[in-house]
């Protein structure tokens, strides 16, 4: 069941589709794996799609990028754009989770010059109807301050009024060891990322990027929430204690669901036949044994098989159930790759789960309120 979960789980994500271009040397591997979390065109599966265009996705295949490898303008950039003009042509009669949702179009900040054939080609993309961020890149700050070069160059570009989305993002996506530059802007062109893709790649773009969890805790909570609203429905008829499996499979559900909303584990093939097995024989089951044990010297005469599950305690249960799966995943993104699949591998899975469990306020407390006050 599981497996079949998680694959539904990822499928509804849907894509996001993203068009780099940048001259050689611009930075454009180090943006995307700061903002992504791997180098997708050296981790995923690449298609050319037209020449000097290629279409690489990520296994979990919610992530696609278009890289034009060794960008320059001129001849090469010609071909590009013509190859963009037939690909945006054929995709107009896909499904829109097929189309290019957004493009980052970076600029060296050191290069200190925009030259026509650059601004023509940004024309011609936002022709295309695709929609241009500018990212000046390898930028260096100084106390949060910008360099003053850079701010300069940024606002000559927004200048230009060439149409694209926004003001230029200036970037950072690498600390500098020698001069101790930071990291910087990698929130603010997310944001402006998300301002321009389309509500059908939302859902991939929140999976696939790494360095806004909050977005990803918003998108679990509407999970939970929906799926306790689902188990209230099943409590409405109250069920016997001796049957709380009946709420398993909507709790596989959701747990699946939050898993492919914060992008884990990085194989989808990996989370189907490690973590599917864990937690479907483990995790839930052991949770809910764990609440009902629980309950069993609150209830006068120790008895609970003969008690009820309302809908409150189904409820509340599951969104126990949701909120340890959470802290799971979250406790993973922090890992680094290794240890991250050592971790999805081992039986720590389940275990941590179980701890995340008995440690969630209120939980144990709230079912022996409402199941004492029945009794």
Known sequence: MFEQRLSEAFAALGMFNLLVVG???VGKSTLVNAMFGSDVAQTGIGEPVTKGLTHYVLPDSFLGLYDAEGFETGVAG???????????????TKPAEQHIHAVWYLVRWSDRRFEQAQMS??????????????????????????????????????????????SAVITNALEDQFS???????????????????????????????????????AVDAIIKQACTFA??????????????????NQITMI???????????????????????????????AGRYAVTGLLKFIPGGAIAGSAISATVAGTLTKAVGLAWSQVCELALGL??????????????????????????????SLIRRVTKRA
């Not at 010609?78 to 107009?92: H, Q, T, W, Y």
């Not at 992008?263 to 989370?271: C, D, E, Q, T």
């Not at 699949?341 to 407390?365: H, I, M, Y």
Request: glycine share 8%.
């Open 232 to 249: 209230v429905g099943v409590g409405a008829t109250p069920i016997p204690f001796a049957d709380a499996a009946l709420l398993i499979p």
């Open 180 to 218: 101790g530059a930071p990291v910087y802007g990698l929130q603010a062109l997310l944001n402006s990322t998300f301002e321009i893709v389309p509500l059908v790649a939302e859902k991939a773009l929140t999976a696939a990027q790494i360095i806004d969890l909050g977005r990803k805790k918003k």
């Open 336 to 365: 680094d790759e290794k240890q991250r699949d050592q971790f999805w591998a081992s039986g720590k899975v389940a275990e941590q789960f179980l701890v995340f469990f008995k440690q969630n306020p209120g939980t144990r407390t």
């Open 78 to 92: 010609d071909e590009i754009l013509e190859g963009l003009r037939s690909l945006v042509s054929l995709n107009a």
């Open 23 to 25: 001259k050689t040397g």
């Open 121 to 166: 080609f940004v024309n011609t993309l936002i022709e295309l109807n695709l929609p241009v961020i500018i990212v000046l890149t390898q930028v260096p700050t100084k106390d949060g301050q910008i360099h003053p070069d850079a701010r300069e160059f940024a606002d000559f570009i927004d200048s230009l009024e060439l149409g694209v989305a926004g």
């Open 256 to 286: 699946a669901r939050i898993t492919a909303a914060y992008g884990l584990p990085p194989s989808r093939s990996r989370a189907m036949s490690v973590a599917g097995s864990i937690v479907l024989t483990g995790g839930a089951t052991m």
